[in-house]
């Protein structure tokens, strides 16, 4: 059973930036596709961003697209969500995800076996 952690969350104002850890306990993490999801209150998760088991194919959502870059350390079990330009409406909990049978990205929810217990970022206008 993989633990998936996450780190970085915070207040920051409009215009700041944060990175995003999501660390893992085992080292099949490196053959899992991984993605960033969040959820605002009283909205449903959305897709933030994916990478595949590689590294070498990633995936983001629109709304993030030139801002936000996931990345991962296979060595260190650990994939990064770097937020720049923050807005006020990327105010969520966000959740890593993991994909037990898939080394591919996904911007589908259903598709991730594996999930952290969510980081809280509060962007202040």
């Known amino acids: 059973q993989v633990q998936l952690v996450e780190s970085g969350g915070g207040l920051v104002q409009a215009g700041g930036s944060l990175r995003l850890s999501c660390a893992a306990s085992e080292r099949t993490f490196s053959s899992y596709g991984m993605g960033w999801f969040r959820q605002a209150p009283g909205k449903e998760r959305e897709f933030v961003a994916a990478?595949?088991?590689?590294?070498?194919?990633?995936r983001y959502a629109d709304s993030v697209k030139g801002r936000f870059t996931i990345s991962r350390d296979n060595g260190k079990n650990t994939v990064y969500l770097q937020m720049n330009s923050l807005k006020p409406e990327d105010t969520a909990v966000y959740y890593c995800?993991?994909?037990?049978?898939?080394?591919?990205?996904?911007?589908?929810?259903?598709?991730?076996?594996?999930w952290g217990q969510g980081t809280q970022v509060t962007v202040s206008s």
């Open positions: 990478i595949s088991a590689s590294g070498y194919s990633t």
């Open positions: 995800a993991g994909r037990s049978m898939s080394r591919l990205f996904s911007p589908t929810s259903s598709d991730y076996d594996y």
